[in-house]
């Protein structure tokens, strides 16, 4: 038997273990180039082009906002950005002088930065005006480089500023419509890119290569900018007028839920917000509209009503009687009128906005069909407009409800709304009983002109029928032809509606001398198409019944709504009549009232006095036939 020698075996297992490893090493070295080119590729390819290549952005156009006719209510203007790369510098004291002069900074601190900055690029300002920018181009600095952008500008300047929003430094929305629809607006950036050396300096015969910014999305919106010019004159006036901590009205096509116009005072100029002033900022900016609450005193009536009907709860033949006041629990709850209204049937109830009515009305239906009826129109729940921050409203536990409380709320105490919630629910109450989700927006075009997106009215409920529907507009019309709503109808027009005159609370306890004064109305009765909600906010003085601090401006807008869209007057339009106010002054409020009633005025009283101290307006001034009189007592 032949044995191999020892050192011949060792020789061949160290080669085995030679090629093992080469062949190892190989595929390791295989494996690691698959990795790179394969797995690591383009993040490699990404690394070396930010080496080699120096990128500017290139702002994306933010999209437009306009109202339903096209006109523009938010676009861009032209500004630029300016940055400076210390490697491509070549005279930096001359590149400091002219930026700090022409841009109004620190040439020693713009020297420094230029001379001592490890960075490759340094922004210098940004948002700079196109004429600004050209004179420093023309003094063809090296290292200087310029970039296009865009700076929001609202050509209707401060209409629509608590629903517009703005936009930050960067373009970004940061609150609205503009932060709201942030995503559609905003647009995708581009970029500027030029080859460079290592040390960042422009390669010869460089080619910059661009990668274009895609424009965003143009929005346009239910808002219709002459109606809401007619809404912002309006709650300027009022502010003015009455010495108002504030003043807001809502128009809305009551068949579809599209807002036509949504204002506020006061207010501020969208183009030069006070960012120096966060506090004035938020509270001039919030949406109160939507945000917050309040009670709506007699315009709920409208609501307690339309379930009492919806119910069965009452009928065209009922008699209430009001002597002033009601005993409910044990507590007196009085009427505004302290004297009472004496019997009346359900409609004079509501033309009269008799509290004893409604709260006799919320008994006979209990808590629950009460709370139900209420529910359906929708309070107590978000109405789900496209905006941010909205309330719900408040509504007491209906668990906890007790008697005297039920009665509170059928005439608009002991409950809290928004006025958005108000005026959604009042157009459902009459367009027939179809209750829509508001909205702003009502299309989504993009940079290329296709709608992405249409907004289709949503129904969201049936509240009350069409029958129930048209005696509440029926009855509602009363208000306004015969009522204490008599300064918001406009001669010639079917106008329907309810004041409001609640207090306000503080801190649990009841506001001496401050109240909220509203009036809510629509028109045309026939076939209604606008809903109008006019609010102001704790009026100054001793005029604050909402039939004498908002009903006017509301007719005011209401007469502009029908000039604009040529809205031929109603069959039974009547030609206005004017008397004079008679004298009534030292007269007892029974006997100046009965006077008044009987020369067709409408009268509301201030005090709990027993003779006239003064009434407004003054005597033997030149008034409408079935004018508001205020008789102070």
């Known amino acids: 038997m032949n044995n191999v020698p020892n050192s011949t075996v060792t020789t061949r297992k160290r080669l085995l273990v030679l090629i093992i490893s080469i062949t190892f090493l190989f595929c390791a070295l295989l494996g690691r180039l698959g990795y790179l080119q394969l797995v690591a590729g383009k993040d490699l390819q990404a690394r070396a082009a930010e080496q080699w290549y120096r990128d500017l952005p290139l702002k994306a156009p933010r999209g437009k906002i306009t109202d339903s006719s096209g006109a523009v209510l938010a676009d861009n203007r032209d500004v630029y950005g300016i940055y400076v790369r210390p490697n491509a510098v070549r005279d930096a004291s001359a590149v400091a002088s002219v930026l700090g002069g022409h841009l109004n900074l620190s040439v020693d601190k713009l020297y420094e930065k230029i001379t001592t900055s490890r960075v490759s690029e340094i922004t210098i300002a940004r948002a700079v005006e196109k004429t600004v920018a050209e004179s420093i181009r023309a003094n063809n600095l090296d290292g200087v480089y310029f ?4 700076e929001r500008y609202y050509p209707a300047s401060n209409y629509l500023s608590q629903i517009l929003g703005f936009t ?6 940061q609150n609205g419509l503009e932060g709201y629809y942030n995503a559609y607006l905003k647009g995708t950036d581009g970029f500027a890119y030029t080859a460079t050396d290592i040390k960042g300096h422009e390669l010869e015969n460089n080619v910059t290569k661009y990668v274009p910014a895609i424009p965003g999305c143009d929005l346009t919106l239910s808002i219709d900018l002459n109606i809401q010019s007619f809404a912002e004159t309006a709650v300027s006036e009022a502010l003015a007028d009455h010495n108002a901590k504030g003043a807001s009205m809502i128009v809305m096509d009551c068949n579809t839920g599209g807002i036509v116009a949504m204002a506020s005072a006061p207010g501020f100029d969208l183009n030069e917000p006070p960012r120096d002033d966060i506090h004035m900022l938020n ?34 033949s009922d008699r209430f009687f009001c002597g002033g006041s009601r005993l409910v629990d044990g507590q007196k709850i009085k009427c505004w009128r302290s004297k009472g209204h004496g019997s009346q049937d359900l409609g004079e109830g509501v033309k009269n906005s008799c509290n004893c009515v409604f709260m006799d009305l919320a008994l006979r239906l209990g808590t629950d069909k009460l709370y139900e009826g209420i529910k359906s129109f929708g309070f107590g729940s978000k109405t789900n407009i496209d905006f941010f921050g909205e309330s719900r409203g408040l509504l007491m536990q209906q668990s906890a409800v007790k008697t005297v409380d039920l009665a509170r709320i059928g005439f608009g105490q002991a409950v809290a709304v928004t006025p958005l919630q108000l005026v959604t629910a009042v157009s459902a109450a009459v367009n027939g009983g179809t209750l829509y989700e508001p909205y702003f927006v009502s299309q989504v075009t993009d940079y290329s002109g296709k709608t992405i997106y249409t907004r289709e009215p949503k129904e969201v409920g049936r509240p009350i029928s069409a029958k129930t529907s048209e005696l509440l507009r029926n009855m509602l019309e009363k208000v306004v032809s015969e009522g204490g709503g008599h300064k918001a109808g406009v001669k010639g027009y079917r106008i329907g509606g309810k004041t409001g005159t609640a207090q306000k609370y503080e801190n649990g306890h009841i506001a001496q001398g401050k109240y909220v004064s509203s009036f809510v109305g629509f028109a045309p009765v026939e076939n209604p198409r606008y809903v109008l909600a006019m609010i102001v906010d704790e009026p100054g003085g001793y005029m604050y019944y909402g039939s004498l601090v908002a009903a006017p401006y509301a007719g005011k807008v209401f007469e502009k709504i029908f000039d604009y869209t040529a809205l031929a007057p109603s069959a039974s339009g009547e030609i206005t009549e004017y008397v004079n106010m008679p004298d009534v002054m030292g007269m007892s409020v029974e006997e100046a009232v009965k006077l008044l009633n009987g020369q067709g005025f409408s009268v509301e009283t201030d005090g709990e006095g027993e003779n006239v101290t003064s009434t407004v307006p003054i005597a033997n001034t030149r008034t409408e036939k079935g004018d508001v009189v205020l008789l102070r007592t």
């Not at 609501?303 to 009452?314: D, K, M, R, S, Y």
């Open 147 to 150: 970039t296009l952008d865009s």
């Open 168 to 173: 930050n430094i960067d373009n970004v929305g």
């Open 283 to 316: 509270a001039l900016s919030k949406n109160k509209m939507i945000v917050d609450v309040y009670e709506p005193g007699s315009t709920f009536k409208i609501f307690t009503t339309a379930a009492a009907i919806e119910n069965g709860a009452v009928s065209s």
